[in-house]
Structure formats: C-alpha cells, structure tokens
C-alpha cells in the first residue's frame, strides 16, 4: 500500500526582524540632532526620546519650531521614535522626578503628560511612555493610588482625541512596580484601548516572580514598547549587555515569538560618558543575539 504525501501547507510565517532603538537620555552629553544622526549611523531603526532640557524642552518658548525640525529630521534619517517622560529634573530643579501623579501639587505633571501626548501625535511617536512614581511620605496608600487612577484617566483622555497610544511602565520601587500591579492599574481604568504596556527588560530580571523569557511572554498581549538593559536580581541598576544576569537570546525569541513589532530600545541612562561607543557595542550586542547579522 503506498503512502498518501500530505496536502501543501502555506508556510508559517517566519516572527517579524526586532527593531533595534537607543534612549536619548543615554546621549545627554549630545546635541539631540548629533545624537540621532550617531544613531542612525550605527544602524539604529529608532529612538526613544526623552523630553528634557537638553532634548526637546516641551516648555521651550519655540517648541513649535523645535518639533517640526525634529520630525524632519527623524524622517530624513529613517528613525521611527516613542516618547520617554523620565527626565530627573525637568519639573522641579531640587527634587528628582517630583512632582509625580501622586503629589498633592500633581498639576504639573499632568500638564506635562499632556504636552507629551501632543508632541507625540506631532511627531508621529509609536507610543508616548510614562510611570507612576514613588509614594510621597506623608500620602496614604490609598489616596496615591486614587491620585493615580485620576491622573492616569486624564492622560488616557487626552491620548485618546490625539490618537496616540499610551505604554505605562512598572518601574521598581514606584507605587506600580511590576506587572500584577500594572494589570490592576489597566482594570481600575477600564482596560482602555490606547493604555498598553511599557516593558522594561532589565526590570524583569530585578523583581519578577518569573523568569525573564516567560515575564515577556506573559506581557506579550500588552506591549506597545521595550526598554532593554541587563541587570542583576534584587538591584535596580541599568547594566550594559553582559554586565548583569541576563541570558538575552531567548529572550529576544520570546519578543519575536510573541508578535511584537514596535522598537526595542537600549535603556543606559548612565552611560552618556561614552554614549557612541555604548550605542555602537549595544548594537553589536543585540545583532548578535538576537542573530539578526
């Protein structure tokens, strides 16, 4: 009896290429316009874009300008771009990151939140990222968390008529740190559509009860931006690649595996020292991880 050869099947479509991208705040040192230019050389596909003083000011008097040169640029270079909101000192000279959405002087932020939201839409950003900060002493749990909410729904509300999407990162230490607290934060919204998930790989070697692959995995539904760095178990600390504890190759597959298609962008706020030759090695890095040579 001879064997019947199976049907044809269609191919399985192979997961899409990862696109690399590099954090402006790890290019401090730089003009912004040199910066890109440095990361488009080294073959960067995009850049997340940290508003700050010495980055796109959103309370610069010609902001207007400033933006409009900044999407020429970013489209002759062939840079596509997330907006960061984690300047240290933007709002308030003496108190890093402060005032956040859980401060009683929260307006600030809010308004900031909504500038970031506009410049965004302005130019073209796949998400605009944001956090929710750490508990100021003397606020109770629970009025923070309200204030969070609050503020939070008012962001959505704005990114919603701009028509951009929204990526709330956990950030350890802060009132939402990891992703249990992150899914409780969606549902107290509304799970509404444009709040989707900021991811922090490095993060989720510092405190995840998973293990890193299956941490992506599981956020995988969610993500509309990767931040990437290595780190070690318990500190806080954004490490070069092979510095920390991180096995990358299969945590690159699982980003793939999953479906994600927007940037993968190193995080190294503390390296613009040697912010090129870190670009440059990240790169090589990542390539070769993620053997995409």
């Not at 009896?1 to 044809?8: F, L």
């Not at 997340?48 to 409009?68: I, K, M, S």
């Not at 968390?145 to 609050?150: E, F, G, H, K, S």
């Amino acid at each position: 009896m001879t064997a019947t050869a199976p049907a044809d099947r269609p191919a399985t479509p192979a997961p899409p290429a990862l696109r690399w991208g590099y954090g402006t705040n790890g290019f401090a040192n730089h003009r912004l316009t040199d910066a890109l230019r440095v990361l488009a050389d080294l073959g960067y596909e995009g850049v997340a874009l940290t508003l700050d003083h010495c980055h796109l000011d959103p309370f610069a008097p010609d902001l207007g300008r400033r933006v409009a040169a900044t999407a020429d640029l970013l489209r002759d270079l062939g840079l596509a771009v997330v907006i960061e909101t984690g300047a240290r000192y933007l709002l308030d000279p003496r108190e890093k990151h402060a005032p956040t959405l859980l401060h009683d002087e929260r307006a600030k932020r809010l308004d900031f939140l909504r500038h970031a939201v506009a410049i965004g839409a302005d130019l073209g950003a796949e998400a605009v990222s944001f956090w929710a900060g750490v508990r100021p002493a003397g606020v109770p749990p629970r009025v923070a968390w309200q204030r969070l909410v609050d503020g939070c729904a008012d962001v959505v509300a704005h990114a919603d008529r701009a028509g951009v999407t929204l990526g709330f990162e956990p950030e350890p230490g802060m009132l939402v740190e990891d992703l249990a607290g992150w899914h409780r934060l969606r549902a107290a919204l509304g799970a509404p559509a444009r709040f989707g998930l900021t991811l922090d790989i490095g993060h989720c070697r510092c405190l995840e009860p998973v293990d890193v692959p299956q941490c992506v995995t599981d956020a995988a539904p969610y993500l509309v931006n990767v931040q990437i760095d290595d780190m070690r178990r318990g500190v806080h600390e954004h490490l070069e690649f092979g510095a920390g504890e991180i096995d990358f190759p299969p945590v690159l597959r699982a980003l793939r595996d999953g479906g994600y298609r927007g940037l993968v962008a190193v995080e190294l706020p503390r390296h613009s020292h040697a912010a090129a030759a870190v670009a440059e090695s990240a790169i090589e890095f990542l390539r070769d991880a993620a053997g995409q040579r």
